[in-house]
């Protein structure tokens, strides 16, 4: 069974998000944005991903979160 290639010619591999997702997970947070939201937070992202983490869905949700509530007060641990 062959696989399919998916490196691209210099040994990279790309994994794309797109400001649809960072939409769609905004509207689960109850939370309206705009495309020019979505594309400043998946700039963010991007600039801000840890290698160890990666991109994922809750990295996407503490950065919507933040860059909307960007006042809101951090929970203090006692």
Do not use: C, F
Request: aromatic letters at 6%.
């Amino acid at each position: 069974m062959a696989i399919p290639q998916s490196i691209d010619k210099d040994g990279y591999i790309h994994i794309k998000w797109h400001i649809d997702d960072v939409k769609a997970t905004a509207e689960q947070m109850d939370i309206a944005i705009t495309d020019e939201d979505a594309r400043e937070i998946l700039e963010i992202v991007k600039h801000r991903h840890d290698a160890e983490i990666g991109i994922n869905w809750e990295v996407i949700k503490v950065h919507i979160d933040a860059h909307m509530n960007p006042y809101k007060p951090k929970d203090k641990e006692n």
